[in-house]
Nanobody, 126 residues
């Protein structure tokens, strides 16, 4: 069982930045992937970024490419999502998910996530 805990959400003005953290614990494999997702009110959950130990570079959805950066901490027990140039359309609940790999079909998503965190709210005001 893998446990994930997100933190770092909050209220920020448009153009501002936030850094989300995903704490990873439990019975993980040596190599795995973590995807960051978001869900806006009334909309489906969408993958925005994914990092895979077996891949040389992370994957980003087009909607966040160039603004968001996903990275792993040195101890590899945390995964971060640095979000810059935030816009109101970035508002939503952000979740991290554990999987074996990132999806190649849905760029920015994990492939068949096995565990999810509880989410952290990000609100961007105009």
């Amino acid at each position: 069982q893998v446990q994930l805990v997100e933190s770092g959400g909050g209220l920020v003005q448009a153009g501002g930045s936030l850094r989300l953290s995903c704490g990873v614990s439990g019975r993980t494999l040596d190599y795995y992937a973590i995807g960051w997702y978001r869900q806006a009110p009334g909309k489906a959950r969408e993958g925005v970024a994914c990092i895979d130990d077996n891949e040389p570079t992370p994957y980003y959805a087009n909607s966040v490419k160039g603004r968001f950066t996903i990275s792993k901490g040195n101890a590899e027990t945390s995964v971060y999502l640095q979000m810059n140039s935030l816009a109101p359309e970035d508002t939503g609940v952000y979740y991290c998910a554990y999987a074996l790999h990132c999806s190649r079909a849905y760029i920015g998503s994990a492939l068949n996530p096995e565990s999810w965190g509880q989410g952290t709210q990000v609100t961007v005001s105009a």
